[in-house]
């Protein structure tokens, strides 16, 4: 992606926190020459090089983009936001958007059974959390697990590069970033307070050498 040095996160805790937090992410391939783009949760496994973990349907054709390992990307959405003229000190300005995304190629494999499986698992314990009552897998019939389990794939991307953009007003002055960082603060939409409290944490990162919380 186009990625000013300005707007370039290059610290690991950072992104990981983006891809922890904004699992559900876009998966993109080549299929039968022309883009084809699945929306997946995903699980990032930080050991080694990074490996993201997945499931499609098998009725999905792109799985079958997986089986020549050739590279894949995938785009994680983090918070995002308009960002009014009106905001700056000075009126001869025009409208931009405020935005964190991280693109993650890597190279896919398809899961073995016994990956699969354990993959489900992990993914029900995230995504269910601490919330009462918590459904589990392991409370369902064996057979009933294993007929749901035909009807998808499983995969892993063996991560070779990571781009994360934090477009977050860098490029203004003190005061006008902290101008967008108010109203954006103030807004009633959550994206909107997400992108200021982003800004705020880059900004005081970069102020003080390091992340503060």
């Not at 996160?9 to 992410?25: G, K, M, N, Q, Y």
């Not at 876009?26 to 299929?31: D, N, W």
């Not at 993201?52 to 995002?80: I, K, S, Y």
């Amino acid at each position: 992606m186009y990625l000013p040095k300005l707007f370039q996160e290059d610290d690991p805790a950072i992104v990981h926190e983006i891809l922890r937090t904004c699992s559900f992410a876009t998966v993109v391939t080549v299929h039968e020459g022309a883009p084809f783009a699945s929306h997946l949760p995903l699980l990032h496994e930080e050991a080694g090089g990074g490996v993201l973990w997945g499931h499609m349907a098998r009725a999905n054709p792109q799985w079958r983009d997986f089986e020549d390992g050739r590279e894949v990307l995938v785009v994680f959405h983090g918070p995002d936001a308009y960002v009014s003229p009106t905001w700056y000190k000075d009126s001869l300005h025009v409208p931009t958007w405020n935005y964190v995304a991280v693109h993650v190629t890597g190279r896919p494999r398809i899961a073995t059974d016994e990956e699969l499986r354990g993959l489900l698992e992990r993914m029900s314990d995230v995504y269910e959390g601490a919330r009462e009552p918590r459904w589990r897998m392991s409370g369902l019939p064996a057979d009933f697990v294993e007929e749901l389990s035909r009807a998808i794939v499983g995969f892993a991307i063996e991560i070779t590069r990571i781009e994360a953009k934090f477009k977050l007003s860098q490029n203004r002055e003190p005061e006008d970033h902290e101008r967008v960082r108010s109203h954006l603060g103030a807004s009633e939409d959550a994206s909107a307070r997400a992108v200021a409290a982003w800004m705020d944490r880059v900004y005081s990162k970069r102020a003080t050498g390091g992340m503060d919380g």
